[in-house]
């Protein structure tokens, strides 16, 4: 079956070219691979070359009326309770595709995880993303992925880190 081409717009090359420009003010070194058209976590990986665990996945999610960006280790799966918890939210769920657009311009699986000023909205990353040496994302495109040192991601995101998720396996 034939690959769909991703869809190019104004908005997914702008928040590429935002994010590289936040990297290189900040002298981050960093890596932009070139791929197929994913749509997975797992396909990113494969894709990359990494692990599962070195991907960073970015959900959107409206806790109490509130949409907030969640930055998570790929390998893990986010922990509702654990959500609600750290943000008091007695209801959360995911955005839908239409809600995505509106508030990003993107498509699901082409989220990045970047709070303002690339993306408006509050980012939390789970803490174990803290434990990594290096990291990727999709950085408003799904045929795009940059790498660099979790380290550095952590210190231009600037998320706030909550435990989010449990080890893989618990």
């Known amino acids: 079956m034939a690959q769909s081409?991703?869809?190019m717009d104004d908005r997914s090359l702008t928040v590429q070219a935002a994010i590289e420009?936040?990297?290189r003010a900040a002298a981050v070194s960093f890596e932009v691979l070139r791929h197929p058209l994913v749509r997975t976590a797992r396909e990113a990986a494969r894709a990359r070359g990494l692990p599962l665990s070195a991907g960073i996945k970015a959900l959107v999610v409206k806790a109490d009326g509130e949409f907030v960006l969640l930055a998570l280790p790929a390998d893990r799966t986010l922990s509702s309770r654990f959500l609600r918890h750290h943000l008091g939210a007695r209801r959360t769920r995911f955005a839908d595709a239409g809600e995505l657009a509106r508030l990003t311009g993107l498509e699901p699986g082409s989220i990045p995880p970047f709070g303002a000023p690339v993306l408006d909205l509050e980012l939390h990353a789970d803490?174990?993303?803290?434990r990594d040496r290096r990291v990727a994302f999709t950085p408003g495109r799904a045929d795009r992925s940059i790498l660099l040192a979790a380290a550095d991601w952590l210190r231009v995101a600037r998320p706030r880190l909550l435990e989010l998720t449990a080890a893989p396996g618990e």
């Open 5 to 7: 081409l991703p869809v």
């Open 127 to 130: 803490r174990a993303l803290a």
């Open 21 to 23: 420009q936040l990297l």
